[in-house]
């Protein structure tokens, strides 16, 4: 009989439950977050996913039943404000957009690649024309002082120039943790569905060889980059394309999310007598 606090397949699915939050738990250590600040965050998630689950139905005893969580925690989960940092989401929005339409836009493109672009200017191309292109709600300088600082863009003689190798941003900057949790959340929320699924309705798929020299492993690791820099640009720039299109028909309600990763280890690091659960 299973009791209260078992996980159901609880030997593969505690497993993959450990895998998957080793790394986390590693971020959230580096960040200070100690474990009942998780636990809050677990449990209120458990509450956002059983309301969704049950819509209508979605009482507060059901959810406590549904998930365990105390019927009095479920109460005050449920009357958060959820407006919450709508303004950050929209500030990363922005500059997430400025610098999807400098790779896409065919305007602020020469021999499929970013031009630099002079900091002033009203007509196209121009750094300032480029993002009033995108929102006129927020000046150009305030986006030019953010990109600087997370150095995704150098600027020389009012000349802007977009750093490829910068985009991710520079360390502890919200937008690296905006993409953290939108990146991650989406290629998680793929494998779930694809786990609960009879089919597989997203691609997420992935290459794994051990037994390799550091020297290989750094020419494979080039080579994904390439291939993977030129992936995102190429779907980069069809999506800008069909958005402008599909923007006019009142049917565009869809979205995506397409990334690429490479992740590789020394095994000899790993405590001997333990092995991956690759290896198995």
Do not use: C
Request: hydrophobic share 35%; no cysteine; charged share 30%.
């Amino acid at each position: 009989m299973q009791t209260p606090d078992q996980t159901p397949n609880s030997g593969f699915l505690d497993q993959a439950l450990r895998r998957i939050l080793k790394p986390l738990v590693r971020a959230l250590i580096a960040k200070g977050v100690t474990a009942p600040a998780l636990y809050t965050l677990v449990k209120q998630t458990y509450v956002d996913v059983a309301v969704d689950e049950l819509k209508d139905d979605a009482t507060d005893s059901r959810v406590t039943v549904m998930t365990g969580v105390h019927r009095r925690d479920v109460k005050e989960f449920r009357n958060r404000d959820p407006a919450e940092d709508v303004s950050a989401r929209r500030k990363i929005s922005t500059l997430s957009t400025v610098i999807g339409r400098w790779l896409s836009d065919p305007i602020y493109r020469a021999g499929g690649e970013p031009v630099v672009l002079p900091r002033f200017g009203d007509q196209s191309p121009s750094f300032e024309a480029l993002v009033q292109s995108v929102s006129r709600d927020i000046r150009p300088r305030t986006v030019l002082d953010e990109l600087l600082r997370q150095e995704i863009v150098s600027i020389r003689e009012d000349q802007v120039r977009l750093e490829l190798e910068g985009l991710v941003g520079t360390s502890g900057t919200d937008q690296k943790l905006h993409f953290f949790g939108h990146n991650l959340g989406d290629h998680m929320q793929a494998g779930v569905d694809n786990l609960l699924s009879d089919t597989s309705p997203h691609m997420e798929r992935a290459v794994f060889y051990n037994s390799l020299s550091a020297h290989s492993v750094a020419e494979i690791e080039k080579a994904a980059r390439d291939l993977g820099l030129d992936a995102l640009k190429q779907i980069n720039t069809l999506a800008a394309a069909r958005q402008s299109e599909d923007v006019k028909s009142g049917t565009a309600t869809h979205r995506f999310r397409f990334g690429v990763f490479f992740y590789q280890e020394d095994e000899d690091t790993v405590e001997k007598g333990i092995q991956s659960d690759d290896d198995q």
